[in-house]
């Protein structure tokens, strides 16, 4: 890692992990005057070293002993000076130091600082021996303590022998910092080796050999203060009313358990400084709710410590969480919504025999069986499995084609997939390992994953109203159909989408829909009603006849679901090489789509092919039906030769349908007889029911 520090304005400095040998001449760090063992920063130029601790040194402190202004790091004393001295400890300055330009004040970088804050170089000073760890809650003796919190030794421990070194297991793994918006909000806290200094929170002498010290502020923090017992204790004990109700006295306050205000009179724990409703003392710990599909979510005060990104927004109602009060969040993936959001749409956690029943548990049948498999260590590999859409076994491949496309979800595949050697049958493995019966949070009955029951069946995606054939969920009470491309797309939360910076939403079109019933509440605040304007759709401008879309919470990006599922990939036969998806070309001062010679809107998504500097209409590229797999041999009982699904969209001379003498310029079953003009329209049931018929 390269850095540039004020202190050696010339070159750039690179941090060095390993122990420094310059011809057994010891190595002296600039800013502390100290030797160098460990993690430096160098300078390959000159003869120039930092130690890591100093060149991360804040730039800015305030201090006790000099309360009316800041003093700032200089690199070595100011020019003026004859002479620098510390103003602690009276010892000569003569590298870094920390400086007040209006009092003409100087500390020493070691007495700016903690005791041990520019000598540890590890969490724990026990270096002579490796700590063992034991899980066995044994007897360690009387009198025997934890070095680290001074507490009797009791449970899991690490612990050295030769030295009757011991540490509690919770003691040995504390984290190196940590930061506590309830007591000091400003910096982090590092943990650091203790001198007997006063906690300035509970204002005890600390009396561990370790304490949590902001070494910006001075703060200091027990190792019992940073990690209160009680807050995630089960019971809400611990809360006090924090006013006397007779007096009828109420405050202003944000609840801390759910992040909204409060007028009244407020409950509220000092140790935790927590300050809640009252209706809060009893949220639950842990929810269920038919709103997300992992098995519960869990009620925590500190976001920040459990949630990794701190742009977060409600599940349920899409607006933003704020990360400094309390949420629900999911421990599985990362779902966070809002505490009322989640008492609405939620039901209690309920265990059974030490047990929790969740909503996935139920209907999580695999959607094929093992035939064979290889293992590798502790990896297992599937190589051949026997899938409920085909009649023969598959097996796996990862010799990835161009030109292949899933028949499960009629994508180009681009993973390890799994063929059929007899047939041109291709499955990916996300379409495999799809469940064979899925509970969704957006439909209160279980989804069953179908296959086509017939070469020419085609069906209606209720999520993009678009034609496709292959594997698809549906509901028995309600009839409704969704394809699995759009399934997959839809299933999560939040959808990361190539085509926009910020995380996509699902706002569930009509209740009708998408849900059978919602268990007698209302619907979520993200469910259109029948008369809400649908907006344009920011990939193709058009409005989305679902009303099933995906909206950014940021900005007023939307996206309907036939361009959210649009393949990244895709081929044509006017060019040699795959078209890629594209959203947008600065360079593009003439479009046009190859394809069609129309104009394009340069604002509006396409694919592009660079090396051929060709572009084209989405449509265009795709055609009419991208997801129904043309051909499809199958014979009839009411025509003697067997019958093939083609699409006459692009044909300029269409054959007439021999049962209504229209011209076919749709989807049609023609028969792959060479000598047989027999052709007749896909769509329209009148021309295909004679076929039908016995």
């Keep these: 890692m390269e850095v540039e520090h004020f202190s050696h304005p010339d070159h750039p400095l690179i941090l060095i992990n390993q122990v420094l040998e310059y011809s057994c001449e010891l190595v002296i760090c600039s800013g502390c005057e100290g030797p160098i063992w460990g993690p430096c920063y160098s300078c390959t130029s000159c003869y120039f070293f930092l130690h890591k601790t100093c060149a991360e040194l804040p730039c800015e402190i305030k201090r006790l002993i000099h309360p009316r202004h800041p003093l700032h790091l200089l690199e070595k004393p100011p020019s003026h000076y004859t002479k620098c001295v510390c103003d602690r400890c009276d010892k000569t300055c003569k590298s870094f130091v920390y400086h007040c330009s209006f009092c003409k004040f100087d500390l020493d970088i070691k007495c700016a600082f903690p005791p041990g804050f520019l000598e540890v170089d590890s ?13 066995e809650q044994e007897y360690h003796g009387e009198g025997v303590t934890c070095s680290v919190c001074k507490e009797p030794m009791s449970g899991p421990s690490y612990r050295c022998t030769p030295c009757n070194f011991f540490l509690h297991k919770k003691c040995a793994e504390l984290p190196p910092e940590i930061k506590r ?33 902001c070494f910006v502020c001075e703060f200091t923090l027990h190792i019992k203060c940073a990690f209160p017992p009680c807050i995630d204790a089960a019971d809400h004990n611990h809360f006090r009313r924090l006013l006397n109700p007779l007096s009828l006295k109420s405050i202003s306050f944000t609840c801390n358990a759910c992040g909204t205000d409060g007028d009244d009179s407020p409950f509220g724990c000092t140790m935790c400084q927590l300050v809640v409703h009252k209706k809060c003392i009893s949220l639950p710990r842990t929810l269920k709710t038919a709103l997300h599909h992992h098995p519960q979510i869990i009620h925590t005060y500190h976001p920040q410590q459990c949630i990794k990104s701190i742009n977060k927004y409600c599940g349920i109602c899409r607006r933003e ?31 059974t025999a030490g047990q929790s029943v969740t909503v996935d548990d139920q209907f999580m049948e695999p959607s094929f069986r093992v035939v064979r498999e290889i293992k590798h260590g502790e990896e297992r590999i599937i190589e051949e499995i026997e899938h409920f859409s085909h009649q023969h076994n598959l097996i796996l491949n990862d010799k990835v084609d161009d030109d292949l496309k899933c028949d499960g979800c009629m994508l180009p595949i681009s993973t390890p997939f799994y063929s059929c050697a007899s047939c041109n049958f291709f499955l990916d493995k996300t379409c495999i390992e799809l469940p064979r019966r899925k509970k969704w949070q957006n439909n209160e009955n279980r989804l069953i994953l179908s296959w086509s029951p017939g070469e020419h069946y085609l069906f209606s ?55 059978c019933n919602i268990g007698g509440r209302r619907a979520p605040p993200w469910v259109a009603d029948d008369g809400e304007i649908i907006p344009h759709c920011s990939g193709c401008c058009v409005t989305e006849e679902s009303k099933v879309f995906l909206k950014c919470a940021v900005c007023d990006f939307k996206l309907g679901m036939k361009c959210a599922t649009l393949p990244y990939k895709a081929r044509h036969e006017y060019d040699d090489h795959p078209l890629f998806l594209t959203y947008i070309n600065e360079n593009d001062y003439q479009p046009s789509c190859i394809i069609c010679e ?14 051929c500097d060709f572009d084209a209409h989405t449509e265009c590229a795709l055609g009419k039906y991208p997801y129904v797999k043309l051909g499809g041999v199958r014979t009839y009982r009411n025509h003697p030769h067997p019958l093939a699904l083609v699409d006459k969209t692009g044909d300029y001379r269409p054959q007439g349908c021999v049962a209504c003498g229209e011209p076919c310029d749709d989807l049609a079953l023609e028969c792959t007889d060479p000598n047989c003009s027999f052709i007749v329209h896909r769509q329209r049931r009148q021309c295909t029911d004679p076929l039908f018929k016995q």
């Design 321 to 351: 969480v704020d990360t400094e009060y309390g949420v629900y969040y999911c421990p599985d993936c990362d779902f966070v919504a809002h505490v009322n959001c989640s008492r609405e749409f939620g039901d209690y956690e309920t265990e």
């Design 461 to 515: 995606c209720v999520v993009c109203k678009q034609y496709f054939r292959g594997l698809r969920y549906t509901c028995d009470m309600c009839e409704l159909s969704i394809d699995v491309r759009c399934f997959k797309s839809i299933l999560k939360d939040s959808t990361k989408h190539g085509g926009h910076e910020h995380p996509l939403y699902l706002p569930a079109g009509r209740k009708s829909i998408l849900r």
């Design 123 to 135: 969490q724990f000073a026990h270096k002579d021996h490796p700590l063992i760890l034991d899980e």
């Design 598 to 611: 129309k104009d394009r809107d340069p604002k509006l998504w396409f694919y592009r092919c660079e090396q």
């Design 181 to 213: 918006r309830h007591f000091h909000p400003e910096h982090p806290l590092v943990l650091l080796p203790n001198e007997d200094v006063i906690c300035d929170f509970c204002n005890e002498t600390c009396y561990e050999n370790f304490v949590y010290c």
